[in-house]
């Protein structure tokens, strides 16, 4: 499996952006999709997941209410919209594919190459 993300970039702090993150291989549709960061300095950290129904999804609290995350297993892309943006977010977000997870404790098997999301104050 190969993911490819993109959508990161510069932004003051208020904006929004979108990250999308494409897969290859033929078992999107049956897995499970998150999004973790690394803010610089810091261990990788949880963002989002959702599950390969689509019916359950989890947050960090952190950006919980000003994320979502959500799929489209017709293009085999997860996205991860993200409003109100803060200097706290700036991090590298990594797209994550397949594994497992209890509520927010997801154990991806694939990750993306990362996308770097910078937000000014």
């Known amino acids: 499996v190969q993911l490819q993300a993109s959508g990161g970039g510069r932004m003051q702090a208020g904006g929004s952006l979108r990250l999308s993150c494409t897969a290859s291989?033929?078992?999107?549709?049956?897995?499970?999709l998150g999004w973790f960061r690394q803010a610089p300095g810091k261990e990788r950290e949880f963002v989002a997941i959702?599950?390969?129904?689509?019916?359950?999804?989890y947050y960090a609290d952190s950006v919980k209410g000003r994320f979502t995350i959500s799929r489209d297993n017709t293009k085999n892309t997860i996205f991860l919209q993200m409003n109100s943006l803060e200097p706290e977010d700036t991090a590298v977000y990594y797209c994550?594919?397949?594994?497992?997870?209890?509520?927010?404790?997801?154990?991806?098997?694939?990750w993306g190459q990362g996308t770097l999301v910078t937000v000014s104050s």
């Open positions: 291989g033929d078992t999107f549709n049956k897995s499970n």
């Open positions: 959702i599950s390969f129904g689509g019916r359950n999804t």
């Open positions: 994550a594919y397949g594994g497992a997870y209890s509520g927010r404790n997801y154990s991806p098997r694939y």
